[in-house]
């Protein structure tokens, strides 16, 4: 009796170890599945979070570096990479690895407990040169070791740009003004200690002064003009404007000039017709043109020509076969005040704001100016404006009148 008690006893044991053990194992793989669970939202918050921090820093438009204790890249955002033009991944290498920027390394270098930020501008000369705003800031633990380091950049290029034309624009001015003015007073001076008794010394001296009035009045005129464009005040009479015809004023207005230098006045704009206002159209062309008999060659041509383009706009084109225009001449001729020759424009005449103003007017109907020119070969320059169509009874359309601010 007792050996079957003692086998049911054990059999009753062994079972119920199998199904502890069982459930045992059940509720460790149950453990297991919900630690691997919880460890996946882990790692998924953490990368979502990362995700957002990247986010947040590869939008901001200024520059991001963020170094570790000893130095070394740990993140650095899109605007960064940009910046200095960077493709190869960063992480890990130092600044001077990086950018070879000894002044940045020593201003790094030089945070401390005592001064754990700072700020300056730096200037890294290139092709265009560029200018920052660089912002340090270094994190220290209570003993004083540093647990890292942020870099801000602010690009300040474009205010640099703005400030070194509005200076330059204002030297120019001066200058233009100054020049004129001193003429004016010096006739005067001399007529007021008694030139004016010969009157032969007069009238020269009065027709100088003349001479140099209307130059002043005409630089004021064209700097209230640029000031008009660029303020968008200037209203644009929008209509349909027929080139052939706002070309054939234009050339009568110059005949005189053109004669006197032997030079031809060809139009070859055919019958194209642009959606334009027709005051503001004649003072482009007349600059143009102005500027291709002042510096075409002496008995030669002035062409203004039209085709129409792929994207609904006409291109005209104003060419002379002068001296034409170095290279580096071409991206700067619109600027204002910009003279390739000092010199000679000046003995020319004009203000140096003919060709800005252009830009501006093309610019406020929509279109775009540029010029090509091969030294010894001439210079032609370009300028585009809505195309008008005929329709289907021959009258134009798009537009006949209208209005629209520059």
Known sequence: MWPILTFLALGALLALHLWWRRKFLRARADAEREIESLKRQQEQSTFHHQVRQEAIFNSMVEGLLLLDERGRVQLANHAFAQLFELRADITGRTILEVLRLHELAEMV?????????????????????????????????????????????HNLTRLKQLERTREEFIANVSHELRTPLSHIKGYVETLLDGAKNDPDVSTRFLETIARNADRLELLIEDLLTISELES???????????????????????????????????????????????????????????????????????????????????????????????????????????????????????????????????????????????????????????????????????????????
């Open 232 to 406: 968008g005040r200037v209203t644009l009479r929008l209509q349909t404007v027929e080139l052939h015809a706002a070309v054939a004023k234009v050339f009568d207005d110059f005949k005189s000039r053109a004669q006197a230098r032997k030079i031809a006045l060809t139009d070859e704009t055919a019958a194209h017709t642009v959606h334009a206002d027709p005051g503001r159209l004649e003072q482009v062309l007349s600059n143009l043109v102005d500027n291709a008999i002042k510096y075409g060659r002496p008995g030669g041509r002035v062409v203004v020509g039209a085709r129409n383009t792929d994207d609904a706009k006409v291109e005209v084109s104003v060419k002379d076969d002068g001296v034409g225009l170095p290279p580096e001449a071409l991206e700067r001729v619109f600027e204002r005040f910009y003279r390739v020759d000092k010199a000679r424009s000046r003995e020319q005449g004009g203000t140096g704001l003919g060709l800005a103003i252009v830009k501006h007017i093309v610019q406020g109907h929509g279109g775009k100016v540029w010029a090509r020119s091969e030294p010894g070969k001439g210079a032609t320059f370009y300028f585009t404006l809505p195309a008008t169509e005929p329709t289907e009874n021959g009258k134009v359309g798009k537009g006949e009148a209208g209005t629209q601010p520059g």
């Open 109 to 153: 270098e030089r945070l401390g407990p005592d001064r754990p930020w700072t700020s300056r501008e730096m200037r890294l000369p290139g092709i265009v040169d560029l200018w920052l705003r660089i912002s340090a800031a270094a994190i220290f633990s209570a003993d004083g070791t540093r647990q890292g380091t942020i870099l801000v950049f």
